[in-house]
T-cell receptor
């Protein structure tokens, strides 16, 4: 069956450090992979999209990689700030669906 | 733009009652998704509409759940009869012309459903 796994439920880092979140998947061949941010009591908010033929995508302090051989995506936040504290979700897109991982709760301590 | 609008924000009901959740997608978006989120199961896809037509409802858990999209600006998710295990946050999300992931989803604020 199809699975999307995000490596850890929670990640705590110090302000200014780089946060790295992992998303692994099995039994999928997604053409696109997306990352979302979710704050408590709110709906997920889109951050980045990467295509299967792209190795890396950047947006300001965010960087996403997509390795279709390893079936893995890495999500990096550089120079992290307390305001980056949230749950981050990866999502794999199919023709008629988009399915999400369980998320990683990131806490950036000042 | 007001974004995706869901109502009610919170719903508390008793087991056996009918529950109707409502969603207004962003104007011009032709794809709509209903999700359910719990601590145990995360964000689960329930159903996907394209141009008001249900395309994939394989995630609808039981016959007690039904969803409709009578027009491009309104969708409902109905649970009848409701059970305590249906307690969750229900999200609606819309997208402009979904073609398999090349468009981002815009989520509403969700409906927190509690079935006692």
């Amino acid at each position: 069956s199809q699975k999307i796994e995000q490596n850890s439920e929670a990640l705590n880092i110090q302000e200014g450090k780089t946060a790295t979140l992992t998303c692994n998947y099995t039994n999928y061949s997604p053409a696109y992979l997306q990352w979302y941010r979710q704050d408590p009591g709110r709906g997920p908010v889109f951050l980045l999209l990467i295509r299967e033929n792209e190795k890396e995508k950047r947006k300001e302090r965010l960087k996403v990689t997509f390795d279709t051989t390893l079936k893995q995506s890495l999500f990096h936040i550089t120079a992290s700030q307390p305001a980056d504290s949230a749950t981050y979700l990866c999502a794999l897109a199919g023709l008629h669906d988009m399915r999400f991982g369980a998320g990683t709760r990131l806490t950036v301590k000042p | 733009d007001a974004g995706v609008i869901q109502s009610p924000r919170h719903e508390v009901t008793e087991m056996g009652q009918e529950v109707t959740l409502r969603c207004k997608p962003i104007s011009g978006h032709n794809s709509l998704f209903w999700y359910r989120q719990t601590m145990m199961r995360g964000l689960e896809l329930l159903i996907y509409f394209n141009n008001n037509v249900p395309i994939d409802d394989s995630g609808m858990p039981e016959d007690r759940f039904s969803a409709k999209m009578p027009n491009a600006s309104f969708s409902t998710l109905k649970i009848q009869p409701s059970e305590p295990r249906d307690s969750a946050v229900y999200f609606c999300a819309s997208s402009f012309y979904w073609t398999g992931g090349n468009e981002k989803l815009f989520f509403g604020s969700g409906t927190q459903l509690s079935v006692l």
